[in-house]
């Protein structure tokens, strides 16, 4: 391997004391010992000064311009480096530092950058040149800075030689982000294009259409100008001008071209709004020299001079117009100002910046504090005597609150992430290493470390109590969210209305449509019994066709009445089927009107049934005349179910059941009728309730009837049945949800169609098959003899306790009215049978059984 050993030239160190470069430490501007060494990069000064126009020797000039806001950056890296080392988090290793002062140039900072590379451990400064520097050991293993972004891009070209971290606080400029051309470089701030991206939507959204712009003329500007410009113009606005400053403040142009930009504002009068990529020094001469000519407009501030103190301590800056600025984001800063207020105890033995400062604090220790940091800045231009310590630590105490002022929150926070950062990826590697020894691991392994493990696809980060966005645990994306990178910051909502995600989830995927399919089991299980039901209704048709002229099926209320019980009978069975299948809207519309409509001329004919039945068999005179007036079989049929019919109508016109699709469920969506209105859908099965409820007192007062007749008997059960299956429906109903709510109501109509079904006809069928000796003309009338004599009986006993008093026994009066109702309908089969008995029975029963009108059960 080919080896090359340069040896490191001694660099003159020109701080505001103009100490000669004795030796290369000389070119430190603060440090401290530790195990393992982190570099840093501020511009503490604001230019070199030169006595040439061009260099005549390859010596570094000397510094001018003392930097308050930067003196308070590189102070932010010290503070962040000793919280690490008093903190558990590198238990027995400790972090020193080596700050240099770049001086806002380049050739400087690559100086810098020289003393960082070189080897370790060595008697003199040298570095080494191999094909392979991955087993090279350098001094320090880490560099935090540069701010300024050209400058960051000179040093990270020569870090990459090595692959040595460089973390950069301020650096914002787009091509950093270029891991071919920066493999290196790592940052704790976005890059400009998120930036500009946010200054045209702002420009956008305030309706501005017509800018100007101005940039330095150097990486970050350039490439901050450009992308912006493509950003503005995709908006529809248009730039007035462009006008490039000079980078370096020691161009002696620099004055010129901020005149020549102010006239440019001045001459372009329409121009209100205007962008501003510029360093801090610029922009406060632009300012000041812009307040001068009167100049009012809006300035939309970047990221490195919109919260600057320096810039907003001008004289008289509220009649620069208004300043809208995006700035990073802000942290905790309560340990750095308990630091900051404590800085006169901090030792500075190996700190020149800390004590420079000090001396030029006594120079301008009579100078109020809002031109403090002018007068310090103007006295770094020259040397300063040495003070006593007693005057520099009261001048500290006197100015306690100065450096807080001109402190900037958000560079601040960033650069405590980057120190943070770098302590998380040190704790990770020496977690298997003895870092004690400097030699432990290689600069270009920290790469590969991190404060928290990569959240994989699925996950999200979760910051920690720490107020770093660098340390965070990794959870899993919850139900309905997911997240398809690496680190992603949050996960993704998924459309609840057609997608879902379990959790940890890389995607969404779409929701299946539910309903009570054909194919479900509980479906055919239904159908099955819907179609049982359906057959045992045309059984019992056939029968009773068959047995037309039978006593059973004549009390039964005749053919007509059972084919109609029947057929309604039927239709709820096939109501069913309307239930089962994809919802539609015509599907929706019939199911509850056809069962509504069917079941009440259902129970309407019942109810007529059970009307007769009393009629027939009640031998109360005043009950019997006000049910010969009630007894109107067509006209009660076509009411009570004309009403159901009327109910339905205006259900279907003003608020009609359709499909909707219910996306509560988080993974599948419920295809299902809504019914359109839940009063129209309880006042129809409250109306069929109140029908069954008067069918059920009718048939109660008739259940002692003939036992082999008695239909109003199995009239009660079939109407208990009902109501105990629809009571029970409401709450089940009300507490379902999902696809099988249809199978509810499935289910409540089928008990009660074949609770009323079976108690209505079965025993008649029992009778007609299995008895048939008592299903004979005589036998019914032996049975209703019985029955009456019975009646008759208790009738006599009755009227012989109440005239008891008088020891007669009174002979039931049989009016004229009475008689002629008795024997009005002689052709009923009933009426003959009675007849032929009392003829039969006249001695024993002509005096006390009343002729009473037997009709058809």
């Given at each position: 391997?080919?080896?090359?050993?340069?040896?490191?030239?001694?660099?003159?160190?020109?701080?505001?004391?103009?100490?000669?470069?004795?030796?290369?430490?000389?070119?430190?501007?603060?440090?401290?010992?530790?195990?393992?060494?982190?570099?840093?990069?501020?511009?503490?000064?604001?230019?070199?000064?030169?006595?040439?126009?061009?260099?005549?020797?390859?010596?570094?000039?000397?510094?001018?311009?003392?930097?308050?806001?930067?003196?308070?950056?590189?102070?932010?890296?010290?503070?962040?480096?000793?919280?690490?080392?008093?903190?558990?988090?590198?238990?027995?290793?400790?972090?020193?530092?080596?700050?240099?002062?770049?001086?806002?140039?380049?050739?400087?900072?690559?100086?810098?950058?020289?003393?960082?590379?070189?080897?370790?451990?060595?008697?003199?400064?040298?570095?080494?040149?191999?094909?392979?520097?991955?087993?090279?050991?350098?001094?320090?293993?880490?560099?935090?800075?540069?701010?300024?972004?050209?400058?960051?891009?000179?040093?990270?070209r020569m870090l990459n030689l090595q692959l040595m971290p460089q973390v950069?606080?301020?650096?914002?400029?787009?091509?950093?982000?270029?891991?071919?051309?920066?493999?290196?470089?790592?940052?704790?701030?976005?890059?400009?294009?998120?930036?500009?991206?946010?200054?045209?939507?702002?420009?956008?959204?305030?309706?501005?259409?017509?800018?100007?712009?101005?940039?330095?003329?150097?990486?970050?500007?350039?490439?901050?100008?450009?992308?912006?410009?493509?950003?503005?113009?995709?908006?529809?606005?248009?730039?007035?001008?462009?006008?490039?400053?000079?980078?370096?403040?020691?161009?002696?142009?620099?004055?010129?071209?901020?005149?020549?930009?102010?006239?440019?504002?001045?001459?372009?009068?329409?121009?209100?709004?205007?962008?501003?990529?510029?360093?801090?020094?610029?922009?406060?001469?632009?300012?000041?020299?812009?307040?001068?000519?009167?100049?009012?407009?809006?300035?939309?501030?970047?990221?490195?001079?919109?919260?600057?103190?320096?810039?907003?301590?001008?004289?008289?800056?509220?009649?620069?117009?208004?300043?809208?600025?995006?700035?990073?984001?802000?942290?905790?800063?309560?340990?750095?100002?308990?630091?900051?207020?404590?800085?006169?105890?901090?030792?500075?033995?190996?700190?020149?910046?800390?004590?420079?400062?000090?001396?030029?604090?006594?120079?301008?220790?009579?100078?109020?504090?809002?031109?403090?940091?002018?007068?310090?800045?103007?006295?770094?231009?020259?040397?300063?005597?040495?003070?006593?310590?007693?005057?520099?630590?009261?001048?500290?105490?006197?100015?306690?609150?100065?450096?807080?002022?001109?402190?900037?929150?958000?560079?601040?926070?960033?650069?405590?992430?980057?120190?943070?950062?770098?302590?998380?990826?040190?704790?990770?590697?020496?977690?298997?290493?003895?870092?004690?020894?400097?030699?432990?691991?290689?600069?270009?392994?920290?790469?590969?470390?991190?404060?928290?493990?990569?959240?994989?696809?699925?996950?999200?980060?979760?910051?920690?109590?720490?107020?770093?966005?660098?340390?965070?645990?990794?959870?899993?994306?919850?139900?309905?969210?997911?997240?398809?990178?690496?680190?992603?910051?949050?996960?993704?909502?998924?459309?609840?209305?057609?997608?879902?995600?379990?959790?940890?989830?890389?995607?969404?995927?779409?929701?299946?449509?539910?309903?009570?399919?054909?194919?479900?089991?509980?479906?055919?299980?239904?159908?099955?019994?819907?179609?049982?039901?359906?057959?045992?209704?045309?059984?019992?048709?056939?029968?009773?066709?068959?047995?037309?002229?039978?006593?059973?099926?004549?009390?039964?209320?005749?053919?007509?009445?059972?084919?109609?019980?029947?057929?309604?009978?039927?239709?709820?069975?096939?109501?069913?089927?309307?239930?089962?299948?994809?919802?539609?809207?015509?599907?929706?519309?019939?199911?509850?009107?056809?069962?509504?409509?069917?079941?009440?001329?259902?129970?309407?004919?019942?109810?007529?049934?059970?009307?007769?039945?009393?009629?027939?068999?009640?031998?109360?005179?005043?009950?019997?005349?006000?049910?010969?007036?009630?007894?109107?079989?067509?006209?009660?049929?076509?009411?009570?179910?004309?009403?159901?019919?009327?109910?339905?109508?205006?259900?279907?016109?003003?608020?009609?059941?359709?499909?909707?699709?219910?996306?509560?469920?988080?993974?599948?969506?419920?295809?299902?009728?809504?019914?359109?209105?839940?009063?129209?859908?309880?006042?129809?099965?409250?109306?069929?309730?109140?029908?069954?409820?008067?069918?059920?007192?009718?048939?109660?007062k008739g259940r002692k009837l003939p036992e082999h007749y008695n239909e109003?008997?199995?009239?009660?059960?079939?109407?208990l049945i009902y109501f105990i299956a629809w009571i029970t429906f409401i709450?089940?109903?009300?507490?379902?949800?999902?696809?099988?709510?249809?199978?509810?109501?499935?289910?409540?109509?089928?008990?009660?169609?074949?609770?009323?079904?079976?108690?209505?006809?079965?025993?008649?069928?029992?009778?007609?098959?299995?008895?048939?000796?008592?299903?004979?003309?005589?036998?019914?009338?032996?049975?209703?003899?019985?029955?009456?004599?019975?009646?008759?009986?208790?009738?006599?006993?009755?009227?012989?306790?109440?005239?008891?008093?008088?020891?007669?026994?009174?002979?039931?009066?049989?009016?004229?009215?009475?008689?002629?109702?008795?024997?009005?309908?002689?052709?009923?089969?009933?009426?003959?049978?009675?007849?032929?008995?009392?003829?039969?029975?006249?001695?024993?029963?002509?005096?006390?059984?009343?002729?009473?009108?037997?009709?058809?059960?």
């Open positions: 391997m080919a080896l090359l050993i340069i040896p490191m030239i001694c660099f003159g160190s020109t701080l505001a004391t103009s100490q000669p470069c004795q030796t290369p430490d000389d070119f430190v501007a603060a440090t401290s010992p530790g195990h393992i060494m982190i570099g840093g990069l501020f511009a503490i000064h604001e230019k070199m000064l030169s006595s040439e126009d061009y260099p005549r020797r390859p010596k570094i000039q000397k510094c001018v311009g003392f930097e308050i806001s930067i003196f308070l950056q590189a102070l932010a890296m010290i503070h962040s480096i000793e919280m690490i080392n008093n903190s558990p988090l590198l238990s027995g290793v400790t972090l020193g530092y080596e700050i240099y002062d770049t001086c806002t140039e380049a050739t400087v900072a690559m100086a810098a950058t020289l003393r960082f590379l070189s080897k370790l451990s060595c008697s003199r400064e040298t570095m080494e040149f191999k094909c392979d520097h991955s087993s090279y050991m350098p001094r320090v293993k880490a560099v935090i800075g540069a701010g300024y972004s050209e400058i960051t891009m000179a040093v990270s950069s606080y301020e650096s914002t400029a787009e091509i950093l982000s270029d891991k071919i051309r920066f493999p290196s470089f790592l940052r704790t701030v976005p890059s400009d294009f998120y930036q500009t991206k946010a200054m045209a939507h702002l420009i956008q959204k305030s309706g501005w259409n017509w800018i100007g712009i101005i940039a330095t003329d150097d990486d970050y500007g350039r490439l901050a100008l450009n992308t912006f410009a493509v950003q503005i113009t995709a908006n529809n606005v248009c730039i007035a001008f462009k006008e490039v400053l000079p980078a370096s403040l020691s161009d002696n142009t620099i004055e010129i071209r901020i005149n020549e930009t102010l006239e440019k504002i001045i001459a372009e009068a329409q121009v209100n709004v205007i962008v501003v990529f510029l360093r801090q020094f610029h922009v406060f001469n632009l300012f000041s020299k812009a307040i001068e000519r009167n100049i009012n407009k809006i300035w939309i501030a970047s990221d490195n001079w919109s919260t600057a103190t320096k810039i907003t301590t001008i004289p008289n800056i509220k009649r620069i117009g208004k300043v809208v600025g995006f700035t990073f984001t802000r942290g905790n800063m309560s340990s750095f100002h308990s630091f900051l207020q404590n800085l006169h105890i901090f030792p500075s033995e190996n700190n020149k910046l800390l004590h420079e400062y000090a001396m030029l604090l006594s120079a301008c220790a009579y100078v109020k504090d809002s031109d403090l940091s002018q007068c310090i800045s103007n006295h770094s231009q020259g040397t300063l005597a040495y003070k006593a310590n007693e005057d520099i630590e009261r001048n500290f105490s006197l100015r306690n609150d100065f450096l807080w002022d001109y402190t900037e929150p958000g560079l601040v926070h960033s650069i405590q992430l980057a120190v943070l950062a770098l302590g998380y990826a040190i704790r990770d590697l020496c977690q298997a290493r003895d870092c004690q020894n400097p030699n432990a691991f290689q600069p270009w392994e920290q790469i590969q470390s991190k404060c928290s493990k990569e959240c994989s696809p699925g996950q999200m980060k979760k910051t920690t109590r720490s107020q770093h966005i660098c340390c965070y645990e990794c959870v899993n994306c919850p139900e309905n969210h997911y997240s398809n990178q690496t680190d992603m910051d949050h996960c993704l909502l998924c459309n609840n209305e057609t997608h879902w995600a379990p959790v940890r989830s890389t995607r969404c995927f779409e929701k299946e449509v539910e309903y009570l399919n054909w194919n479900d089991s509980l479906a055919i299980l239904l159908l099955a019994l819907s179609l049982l039901g359906i057959l045992f209704v045309l059984a019992i048709g056939i029968i009773f066709t068959r047995n037309l002229n039978t006593p059973v099926v004549k009390s039964s209320g005749g053919l007509l009445v059972c084919y109609v019980i029947l057929l309604c009978h039927f239709l709820n069975f096939a109501s069913t089927g309307f239930f089962i299948g994809e919802p539609q809207d015509f599907t929706c519309k019939t199911r509850q009107t056809l069962f509504g409509v069917s079941f009440t001329l259902c129970i309407s004919c019942i109810l007529m049934k059970s009307l007769k039945i009393l009629l027939a068999f009640s031998f109360d005179p005043k009950l019997q005349n006000f049910l010969k007036c009630l007894y109107k079989p067509i006209l009660i049929i076509f009411t009570c179910t004309g009403i159901q019919v009327v109910i339905c109508t205006i259900w279907l016109i003003f608020a009609a059941p359709a499909v909707e699709e219910n996306i509560s469920l988080p993974r599948v969506i419920i295809l299902e009728c809504e019914e359109g209105s839940v009063l129209a859908f309880g006042t129809m099965l409250g109306y069929i309730a109140i029908l069954a409820f008067i069918c059920f007192i009718f048939a109660f109003a008997k199995f009239i009660t059960f079939g109407m709450p089940v109903y009300a507490t379902t949800f999902g696809k099988y709510l249809p199978a509810v109501e499935i289910i409540v109509i089928l008990i009660s169609n074949y609770g009323i079904l079976c108690c209505t006809f079965f025993p008649k069928c029992y009778v007609i098959l299995c008895k048939q000796e008592t299903n004979t003309k005589s036998a019914f009338l032996k049975m209703i003899y019985s029955y009456s004599s019975h009646a008759a009986s208790s009738l006599a006993i009755s009227h012989v306790s109440l005239d008891s008093t008088n020891s007669s026994i009174t002979m039931t009066d049989l009016s004229s009215g009475g008689r002629s109702a008795a024997w009005q309908e002689g052709k009923d089969l009933q009426a003959q049978a009675f007849a032929h008995i009392c003829r039969e029975n006249a001695t024993r029963v002509s005096k006390i059984l009343p002729r009473k009108r037997i009709s058809s059960i």
